[in-house]
Nanobody, 120 residues
Framework: QVQLVESGGGLVEAGASLRLSCTIS????????MAWFRQAPGKERELLTV????????NYTDAVKGRFTFSRDNAKNTVYLQMNSLKPEDTAVYYC?????????????WGQGTQVTVSS
């Protein structure tokens, strides 16, 4: 059974940085396409970035491009979302997802989410 556990969220001021982690059990990050989503109160879930299992450079939605970086540590079986220059509009619950081995679809499994709150 694949499980994803996110951590690293918190309350920060605008302009600060946070690094979210997502550790997978029951599977290997090196074999799976993975993604980060967020959902703010009253808003639809938003796809932020996807990392293909091959390790090809991830794509980012315009709202976070240049500020967020998606990376992977195969030895720790963990992916990260480095978030810099945070803005109040980044406030949301952040989720990581994973697909099945060597599949381009990255959304079969979901973590429980971690709250990020950015104060102005």
């Amino acid at each position: 059974q694949v499980q994803l556990v996110e951590s690293g969220g918190g309350l920060v001021e605008a302009g600060a940085s946070l690094r979210l982690s997502c550790t997978i059990s029951g599977g290997s990050v090196s074999q799976r396409s993975m993604a980060w989503f967020r959902q703010a109160p009253g808003k639809e879930r938003e796809l932020l970035t996807v990392l293909h299992w091959s390790g090809t450079s991830p794509n980012y939605t315009d709202a976070v491009k240049g500020r967020f970086t998606f990376s992977r540590d195969n030895a720790k079986n963990t992916v990260y979302l480095q978030m810099n220059s945070l803005k109040p509009e980044d406030t949301a619950v952040y989720y990581c997802t994973a697909g099945r081995p060597y599949d381009n679809y990255a959304y079969d499994f979901w973590g429980q989410g971690t709250q990020v709150t950015v104060s102005s």
